[in-house]
């Protein structure tokens, strides 16, 4: 049964590039197709960057030896950018000078951001896997950028309707960590509580990252009288926020995002992580394609995949099958193959819409229950 959930997952779309090997492969057998990885790979969000960079092996390896896309191999390019746009923009050149023209990353919003005006003055079509700042698609600035998950007003969106409806709380902390990212969703989490008529926002607050002590935030949380508190961020600092929560004895419910629903934040909460609750991408454990990816990657890697791999996957797979349905590599034929196109991945049939949002993806409501996050019905 594994094995047949393996083969079938690229089955498709060997069948497509069985044929552009044929009719383009005495053209182009001498060329690789450049798809550059970029994103956190080492530092503190490494656990967000790797596993996006493993999917892209996986996918890549299974089309080359079935004969590469256009007949031509595909050649991974990976770089590191500590999900810090200052390094960002010299990760965005080092790819554009290796002329890179496909790009699976970055990870973190703000180095996205920081990335995508080199890429789109290079003509660099990007698919973040986990950019999820809703500016990068709804503003219109960065028609080269493509995202195989949904952006952080839903996100948003799902966590004040989870506090207010479920919690039953009316009373609500706010917390962010003055990043594009984190702070672009506290923004929402608090539009969406004030225009509930609900609920009250009663502490908005930054917080420095990669500070080791965040008692006086605490202490506010605390003196607000909040009955929940939304963060948006990273791991390392909600994880440190929740176990001084939890040492002053407060049971306050913490409701986080995707930058928390990590294996990596219950590593480092240890107990203080049990009962927090993150949104994160929806549960596609079901799709047949879900557990081939999952599968060889367990096979491959001996260990489960971790956050964003199966957004990643599904990246990798849009671009190559965008390319190979476009019969080109031209940054304006290959757009409108990602607009057009369906691909079978593990997040589902997917395409994107017009501003660069895969249709069909979004979030889910998740809980740390003995160790591990739950999905919520």
Request: net charge positive; hydrophobic share 40%; charged share 25%.
């Amino acid at each position: 049964m594994k094995r047949f959930y393996i083969r079938a997952i690229f089955a498709a779309f060997f069948s497509v590039v069985s044929v552009g090997f044929l009719v383009y492969g005495d053209v182009f057998a001498a060329e690789t197709i450049k798809l550059g990885v970029a994103g956190a790979h080492s530092g503190d969000l490494a656990s967000y960057g790797l596993p996006t960079v493993k999917a892209a092996e996986l996918v890549v390896k299974e089309i080359n030896a079935k004969g590469g896309v256009l007949g031509r191999q595909v050649e991974l390019i990976v770089e590191d950018d500590i999900c810090k746009p200052e390094v960002a923009t010299n990760t965005a050149t080092k790819l554009v000078s290796q002329d890179v023209r496909f790009v699976i990353g970055h990870i973190c919003s703000g180095a996205t951001k920081a990335a995508l005006g080199i890429y789109k003055d290079a003509k660099v079509l990007v698919i973040s896997p986990s950019a999820t700042n809703p500016e990068l698609t709804q503003s219109g600035a960065y028609p080269n950028f493509y995202r195989t998950i949904a952006s952080d007003d839903a996100q948003a969106r799902l966590e004040v309707e989870f506090a207010i409806s479920k919690l039953k709380v009316k009373k609500i902390a706010v917390l962010h960590d003055k990043g594009d990212y984190g702070k672009g969703l506290a923004e929402f989490a608090k539009k969406f509580i004030d225009d509930s008529k609900k609920a009250s926002v009663v502490l908005f607050e930054g917080v420095t990252p990669g500070a080791v002590d965040y008692s006086a935030v605490v202490q506010k949380i605390k003196r607000s009288g909040a009955e929940a508190v939304i963060y948006g961020g990273y791991h390392p600092e909600a994880s440190l926020i929740v176990a001084q929560m939890r040492k002053k004895k407060m049971s306050t419910p913490f409701i986080s995002d995707d930058g928390v629903k990590d294996i990596t934040f219950i590593k480092v909460a240890g107990k203080y992580a049990e009962g927090v609750y993150a949104t994160g991408p929806r549960d596609t454990s079901n799709n047949p394609l879900t557990v081939a990816a999952n599968e060889l990657h367990k096979k491959t890697y001996g260990t489960d995949a971790g956050a964003f791999y199966l957004n990643g996957y599904a990246a990798t797979q849009a671009m190559l099958n965008a390319i190979q349905k476009a019969s080109s590599t031209d940054y304006d034929a290959v757009g409108k193959a990602l607009k057009t196109q369906l691909v079978e991945t593990p997040l589902g049939k997917i395409k994107f819409d017009k501003r660069g949002d895969a249709i069909g993806v979004g979030f889910s409501i998740y809980q740390v229950q003995k160790g591990d996050y739950v999905e919520l019905k």
